[in-house]
């Protein structure tokens, strides 16, 4: 393909690209009120566990009358995005895919997949395991302060949204790890040696991603963050040797078939 060819590729692949996240916003738009109550059911759930709140749940609130259009808006694009992400992954991949060898794409095309899989994996253990221990924390939290200070909980809807969609990405961002790992060991930047050595500066990264990503103090919540970034860590390590070892024993083969010289060119 020459120059020109790739830039009406390229743009082919944006507007196809373009043409689905604007498709999936939409679509989440006609489904606004749906997708708000999905983000908000885990602070619910948080709320009915917590004793000593009202018991018709939370009261959301919002600062001035623009508010909740442009919340539903921003999630609905978020959303969007999303849900469009599959089809974004592969639409690069098929314009990265041309110029890469046969070996390459069957290389790739775990990543590609795991890409969107590890990113779900993240959202998914953050929704539905994060969460509601983060927030039932801070609600509890919160009454212990209210009731030596005569306060009671405003929940912003739009200060909400923020909070739970960053960490909804940071989650999912924080569990490409392997994938980032595997990387750089298919390519021969490390190997699982150097990852060995590594491992204890590791667990001290782990525990100062989960501060930062989990909305309390909680050491619980922290562990429950940490834990699985560590288990990947290692998973990921395992996959290095294997990995190292394949390298190895090609390497052992081209040696013997050159004779013993590794400065032979092969066959």
Known sequence: ?????????????????????????????VFRDEVLSFIVEPLFRAWREVPGLPAAGPSLHYANPVDPMFTQLRLSIYAGLFV???????????????GLY????????????????????????GYWVVFPLGFRFLLEYGLDVAASVAMGPTIMVNQYVDLA?????????VFELPLVIVFLARIGLVDHRKLLRFARYFVVIAFALSAVLTPTPDPLNQALMAGPLIVLYFLATGV???????????LHREDAENGGDPRAPAG
């Open 102 to 125: 046969p070996r390459e794409k069957r290389h790739a095309w775990p990543l590609v997949i795991g890409t969107f899989v590890f990113f779900l994996g993240g959202g998914v253990f």
């Open 84 to 98: 469009a992400s599959p089809m974004l992954i592969f639409q690069l991949w098929r314009f990265v895919a041309p």
């Open 1 to 29: 393909m020459s120059f020109f060819d790739h830039l009406r590729e390229l743009r082919r692949r944006l507007w196809i690209s373009a043409v689905t996240f604007l498709g999936a916003t939409v679509v989440a738009i």
């Open 240 to 250: 290095a040797f294997f990995i190292q070892r394949e390298r190895e024993d090609r």
């Open 165 to 173: 969609v960053g960490m909804l990405f940071g989650f999912g961002l």
